[in-house]
C-alpha cells in the first residue's frame, strides 16, 4: 500500500469513531469443509465441525487488504497471526506508519493493538476499549457481507482442501471487485 492509499485508510477509519492511525482490522473466520481425508483432526475447530481457518484483514469500506486461507480450523488466531507474511512485514518494519486492530486473540504489537482487558481505569480504557471495538468492527462485517454474497463459502465445501481453499481466495477478490458493499447484483436489475 502506498502513502496515499494509507493516508485514504486512516481517513476512513478515523471517520468510524475518531481511532487514528488504523491501517486495518484482523480478524479470523471459519469455512467449513467436507471432512479431509488426510489429517482429518485438525481441520476440526473449536465449534466441533472441520473447517478452513481463514485470517483476513480489511480496510474501512469491507474490502479485504490481505487473506491468508491455509489453515486448518484447529489453528489457534495468535498461531496463524504469527506465522504470516503479513505480520512478517510488521515486524521487519517493512509495514510502517500504523496500526492494525485486533481482538483479544492477537497479542499486543507496537503495531497490533487489542483490547484493554478488564480495565480499571473508568474512563480512558473504556473509551479506548468502545472505539476500539466500534472501528474493529468492521472485519466481522466484511466475513459476514462476504459470506452471504458467496453462499457456497456459508455452507461446507464439498471439495478437495486445495480447491476449497482456491473458492475462498477466489470469492475474497470477486468480494472486493464488487464497487459498493450494497450494490445490486447487475444480472438481475
Same mark, same amino acid.
Given at each position: 500500500?502506498?502513502?496515499?492509499?494509507?493516508?485514504?485508510?486512516?481517513?476512513?477509519? &478515523? !471517520?468510524?469513531? +475518531?481511532?487514528?492511525?488504523?491501517?486495518?482490522?484482523?480478524?479470523?473466520?471459519?469455512?467449513?469443509?467436507?471432512?479431509?481425508?488426510?489429517?482429518? /483432526?485438525?481441520?476440526?475447530?473449536? #465449534?466441533?465441525?472441520?473447517?478452513? =481457518?481463514?485470517?483476513?484483514?480489511?480496510?474501512? #469500506?469491507?474490502?479485504?487488504? =490481505?487473506?491468508?486461507?491455509?489453515?486448518?480450523?484447529? %489453528?489457534? $488466531?495468535?498461531?496463524?497471526?504469527?506465522?504470516?507474511?503479513?505480520?512478517?512485514?510488521?515486524? $521487519?518494519?517493512?509495514?510502517? +506508519? +500504523?496500526?492494525?486492530?485486533? $481482538?483479544?486473540? /492477537?497479542?499486543? @504489537?507496537?503495531?497490533?493493538? %487489542?483490547?484493554?482487558? =478488564?480495565?480499571? %481505569?473508568?474512563?480512558? /480504557?473504556?473509551? &479506548? #476499549?468502545?472505539?476500539?471495538?466500534?472501528?474493529?468492527?468492521?472485519?466481522?462485517?466484511?466475513? +459476514?457481507?462476504?459470506?452471504?454474497?458467496?453462499?457456497?463459502? &456459508? @455452507?461446507?465445501?464439498?471439495?478437495?482442501?486445495?480447491?476449497?481453499?482456491?473458492?475462498?481466495?477466489?470469492?475474497?477478490?470477486?468480494? !472486493?471487485?464488487?464497487?459498493?458493499?450494497?450494490? @445490486? $447484483?447487475? @444480472?438481475?436489475?
Amino acid at each position: 500500500m502506498d502513502i496515499p492509499e494509507q493516508l485514504k485508510v486512516k481517513l476512513d477509519f &478515523y !471517520n468510524i469513531r +475518531g481511532f487514528p492511525s488504523v491501517l486495518g482490522a484482523v480478524d479470523g473466520t471459519l469455512i467449513p469443509i467436507e471432512t479431509p481425508s488426510i489429517d482429518e /483432526y485438525h481441520y476440526v475447530c473449536r #465449534n466441533g465441525f472441520h473447517a478452513l =481457518n481463514i485470517q483476513g484483514v480489511c480496510d474501512a #469500506n469491507l474490502k479485504f487488504l =490481505n487473506i491468508v486461507a491455509k489453515w486448518p480450523g484447529s %489453528t489457534h $488466531d495468535s498461531f496463524r497471526w504469527t506465522n504470516c507474511g503479513l505480520s512478517a512485514a510488521f515486524e $521487519d518494519k517493512e509495514m510502517t +506508519g +500504523g496500526w492494525l486492530l485486533g $481482538d483479544s486473540g /492477537y497479542g499486543l @504489537r507496537p503495531w497490533l493493538l %487489542t483490547p484493554k482487558l =478488564n480495565p480499571r %481505569t473508568p474512563l480512558p /480504557y473504556r473509551k &479506548y #476499549n468502545v472505539c476500539h471495538k466500534s472501528t474493529r468492527c468492521v472485519i466481522e462485517r466484511a466475513f +459476514g457481507l462476504w459470506k452471504m454474497r458467496f453462499r457456497c463459502i &456459508y @455452507r461446507p465445501l464439498h471439495l478437495a482442501t486445495e480447491r476449497a481453499v482456491a473458492v475462498v481466495i477466489a470469492t475474497a477478490i470477486l468480494h !472486493n471487485r464488487e464497487k459498493s458493499p450494497f450494490a @445490486r $447484483d447487475r @444480472r438481475h436489475g
